[in-house]
């Protein structure tokens, strides 16, 4: 491939923290409940990369033809692949797809198709992005991926602005009414682009809502225990 770099690239991973971060530049994400995946094109050749680095390309056959009609002719992307299921993001049915049978795998893609969450650029042409600030990366790739030309399995992720002034309170009173505002003002965001109409992108922001509103919950009853322990 005629990149900046060479796959395979080892992906850039989260490290543990006992709080949230404070001050200011931080940039808040939704945690997807998928497979962390690159993606490298070089004109037609596409790769779709996992996080240990290996090829996932002949799992995910549906992805190939929309990455290939969205993204540009030699970049990086970075993301996630995920499936979408009824009741939210079905981990489960994601888990299946790896499988030794072609024949399998092409029936899976056909009843749950998946789709593919990107968040960041890491090359683009002959750019190398990997030591440009995020703040950057995150523009070359709004600018790349226009919402209104994305197919439906092809999502650019949006930075959870409205979370960089959130305090969460140690008791937990204000938790539901806070992300129910936040959460408020997203799907109306993503409402307002559509005319009202609930595409794909606003599920999977509802969905993602619901899984940090959980996380939430959960890191503040570990520190209620902890603090009871004491």
């Known amino acids: ?7 395979p690239l080892a992906p850039m991973l989260s490290s543990a923290a006992d709080a949230l971060p404070g001050g200011e530049g931080w940039q ?8 962390r ?3 490298f094109r070089d004109g037609d050749e596409i790769l779709l990369q996992s996080r240990d680095e290996k090829p996932m390309n002949r799992y995910f056959p549906e992805l190939i033809a929309p990455l290939a009609a969205t993204l540009s002719e030699r970049c990086v992307v970075d993301g996630e692949i995920v499936i979408v299921g009824v009741g939210g993001l079905d981990f489960e049915t994601l888990l299946l797809r790896i499988h030794p049978a072609a024949s399998r795998v092409k029936l899976l893609s056909a009843q749950a198709p998946a789709s593919f969450v990107a ?3 890491l090359a683009l042409g002959d750019d190398d992005l990997r030591n440009a600030p995020l703040a950057v990366r995150r523009e070359r790739l709004e600018h790349m991926l226009a919402v209104d ?4 399995s092809v999502r650019r992720e949006r930075p959870l602005k409205g979370l960089e002034n959130v305090d969460i309170p140690e ?3 204000d938790l539901e009414a806070t992300l129910d505002s936040i959460e408020g003002r997203y799907l109306q ?15 999977l922001l509802k969905m993602t809502f619901r899984q940090f509103r959980y996380k939430l919950q ?9 603090s009871a322990d004491v």
Do not use: I, Y
Request: charged letters at 30%; hydrophobic letters at 40%.
């Open 218 to 226: 959960k890191h503040q009853m570990m520190r209620k225990n902890a």
């Open 119 to 121: 968040w960041d650029l």
């Open 37 to 39: 995946t690159l993606v």
């Open 1 to 7: 491939m005629r990149l900046p770099f060479a796959p």
């Open 171 to 173: 008791d937990g009173l």
């Open 28 to 35: 808040f994400e939704p945690k997807w409940d998928g497979f």
């Open 189 to 203: 965001r993503a409402l307002d682009r559509t005319g009202g109409v609930q595409t794909k992108a606003a599920e």
């Open 149 to 152: 030309s994305l197919p439906e």
